[in-house]
């Protein structure tokens, strides 16, 4: 008992001397910046001693860390209602307020600053109280535990359950990572974390270390997106999703998958349609993820938060764990600001070079970036460290910082490479935090899709897929499309299907346009186009019969791979140029304009055709094989949505304590597929997915 008091005391000494030296060097720096800044001043105007102006900081820093741990958990409850992208730049602010009332109480009242000052000096003090907190527990474990418990604020409450000492499972998504650039960072020494799980980091003192994770390759369905893969991975059916985003004629409804009240209604189909809560079904955490895997844990998930006015709704309860803790909050927003001026540099100096292909970043885009790769890596970060200090079974999170920039910048780009360095650290910090943990873990890290790289389907043809459309449909179209040789080539089509002579002078034909005009929509290089007024799904005989041109201008057009339409004849044909036209059943003997889409196409094709909301015209963008590019119908220079290069290539890295995805010489294709396996390695750990009766059973023999 003397020894367990003993232990307590030590600690709780430890914890005091911790906060003593963490005062005297905010003291210190409140000094210096004292002495530095103009508008900052911690003595009367008529001068102090030397004595009383150190007593003025030494109080005056007291004051800010005692408001900031008291004060600021409050004020960050109430900024929940914030929209999470402002939620960084009011944090400066903040931080000055409190700063501001730490020195208006000051009895001997010696302290003043100008706002803007204050800012500037409570964002520096606290990143050096910050700062000197981590170093001076860095070799204690215990207090390295007790900081990231705080850092997380997922303790287990009074009365739960022991930790059970069987494994748990953390499932990591990068998303967007591909297989083959997450081989090429490994390569070029990027991500040693992942490199040393497979093996191909040196060791220490010589040779190689063994590996302890296996790295498997997997298709993704036609739709290549997070909606479409997070849904069937999590939840077991991705079933009726044919985009990221389509209409659907009987709800009369575009569809998006990041969109919240989308988000929830395909969960709940997917639920309905498996008749399971999901892959995290008991005792589980979903952190940052577009859908609830079933978790009883929730924080930035985005298919709760529609339920605004609900009691239930934690969609941003991870950003109140996060944030509660000043130190945090400080560092993350310097992080963001940094993030957003590095965003700006980068666009500007490939402008200056001209970079090819390039799409816009400016307006928003800094910040929104900035959001991506450090707010929600370091609040999911944060969370899952919680999670797995709490003892959680299984834990689901996403990380969207690769995909974000990939997207602007091109999968390949120095600002992608330079993502993938930093999530390969939050993969480290991770694997550091298991070892604290009160149960051991295995980490599983996977990726959703890939991404392919190519320019613009505008930048390209000066005109967009809508425009094409409109065009092969005889509708007016913007008068610069209209200069372009595609849409010149689209109007002669129109003409001559009609009948009628080639355009002299200024005439143009103009059709009715009483009949409601098509709806398209583009998901990366897969483009959707629906006729509203229509209730079923178009076939291919109705198209031609409504519009006699545009199917062919579709078909034929070089920046167009092939399209999918249902016939009424064959049930469902893949279109090509040169009038191509193989129906679908045939497509394994003769796939026609599908060939250089690779093994695997012709089925994903198939699956989507059989979807009660596939549209009526499914338009796959032209793919190079030769060099992997695609062209998005979307503003992106690195892209994912459909069929063609990198984008359909995902991965799974997972550790070889558990048995291998599949056999050899099979092939994981699929996002239900690998909710299978995942379910699989669950039961293998004893997870949420065993039976009760099951685990009587094994206990009993």
Not at 107 to 124: K, L, R, S, Y
Not at 209 to 222: A, G, S, V, Y
Not at 434 to 452: F, K, N, T
Not at 598 to 615: I, L, N, Y
Request: net charge positive.
């Amino acid at each position: 008992m003397r020894g367990v008091r003993g232990g307590r005391w030590r600690r709780v000494a430890s914890q005091v001397g911790r906060s003593v030296a963490v005062w005297a060097v905010s003291t210190v720096t409140m000094l210096v910046l004292a002495g530095i800044l103009p508008d900052f001043r911690l003595q009367s105007p008529d001068g102090d001693s030397a004595t009383r102006i150190a007593v003025t900081a030494a109080f005056g820093a007291g004051a800010f860390g005692l408001l900031s741990a008291l004060a600021w958990p409050l004020l960050v409850r109430l900024l929940l209602l914030v929209p999470a992208l402002v939620l960084g730049l009011l944090v400066f602010f903040l931080n000055g307020g409190l700063l501001l009332l730490a020195l208006r109480l000051n009895p001997a009242e010696q302290g003043d600053a100008a706002p803007e000052t204050a800012v500037v000096v409570a964002a520096v003090m606290s990143a050096v109280a910050s700062a000197t907190g981590a170093a001076l527990a860095v070799r204690d474990d215990d207090a390295y535990r007790r900081r990231l418990y705080r850092l997380a604020d997922r303790r287990r409450r009074g009365g739960a359950p022991p930790c059970p000492a069987s494994p748990g499972t953390v499932f990591i998504q990068l998303d967007g990572v591909g297989h083959d650039v997450l081989l090429d960072a490994v390569g070029r020494c990027l991500m040693p974390t992942v490199a040393r799980w497979l093996g191909d980091a040196p060791a220490h003192h010589g040779g190689r270390r063994r590996p302890t994770h296996r790295l498997t390759p997997w298709r993704t369905d036609w739709s290549s997106q997070t909606g479409a893969s997070q849904l069937g991975i999590l939840h077991g059916s991705n079933h009726d999703v044919p985009a990221f985003r389509w209409y659907e004629k009987d709800r009369r409804e575009v569809m998006v998958c990041n969109r919240p009240t989308s988000a929830a209604e395909l969960q709940r189909r997917a639920v309905e349609a498996t008749g399971d809560g999901g892959l995290l079904g008991a005792d589980g955490a979903s952190r940052g993820n577009l859908f609830s895997g079933g978790a009883d844990e929730q924080a930035l998930v985005l298919s709760i938060a529609a339920r605004r006015r609900s009691r239930e709704n934690r969609s941003r309860a991870g950003y109140f764990a996060y944030f509660s803790d000043p130190a945090n909050a400080v560092r993350t927003a310097l992080s963001f600001v940094a993030e957003a001026g590095r965003e700006i540099g980068q666009s500007t100096r490939a402008r200056v070079r001209k970079v090819r292909p390039r799409v816009g970043r400016g307006g928003l885009y800094p910040f929104i970036r900035a959001f991506a790769t450090v707010v929600e890596r370091d609040v999911v970060v944060a969370a899952v460290m919680g999670d797995m200090l709490a003892g959680r079974t299984a834990v689901y999170a996403d990380l969207v910082a690769y995909d974000e920039v990939a997207h602007h910048s091109g999968p390949a780009s120095r600002d992608a490479l330079k993502v993938l360095e930093r999530l390969d650290r939050s993969l480290a910090l991770i694997e550091n935090v298991a070892e604290h943990a009160p149960r051991p873990y295995r980490i599983v890290v996977l990726s959703d899709h890939g991404q392919s790289p190519g320019e613009t389907f505008r930048t390209r043809y000066g005109l967009t897929l809508g425009d094409l459309v409109r065009a092969g449909c005889g509708l007016p179209v913007p008068r610069k499309a209209e200069r372009t040789h595609s849409g010149a080539e689209a109007r002669a089509a129109v003409r001559t299907a009609l009948h009628r002579p080639v355009e002299e002078g200024g005439e143009q034909y103009r059709p009715s346009t009483r009949r409601s005009e098509p709806i398209v929509l583009a998901s990366g290089n897969l483009g959707l186009v629906s006729f509203p007024d229509v209730p079923h799904r178009m076939s291919k005989e109705e198209i031609d019969a409504r519009h006699p041109a545009l199917l062919t201008t579709l078909a034929n057009h070089p920046g167009i791979g092939f399209l999918l339409v249902r016939s009424e004849e064959h049930g469902g044909v893949v279109l090509g140029p040169f009038g191509a036209e193989i129906p679908l059943d045939e497509l394994d003997d003769n796939p026609g304009p599908l060939a250089d889409f690779g093994p695997g196409a012709a089925d994903a094709v198939r699956r989507t055709h059989s979807f009660p909301h596939t549209a009526d015209i499914m338009v796959n963008s032209w793919y190079d094989p030769a060099d992997g590019e695609v062209l998005a119908f979307e503003e992106q220079i690195g892209s994912h949505g459909g069929l063609g290069g990198a984008q359909a290539k995902a991965f799974l890295l997972s550790p070889l304590a558990l048995s291998a995805p599949v056999e050899e010489g099979t092939q994981l294709a699929g996002a239900e597929h690998i909710h299978r396996v995942l379910r699989r390695w669950l039961r293998e750990t004893d997870g949420p997915q065993v039976p009760l009766a099951a685990r009587q059973d094994r206990s009993a023999a």
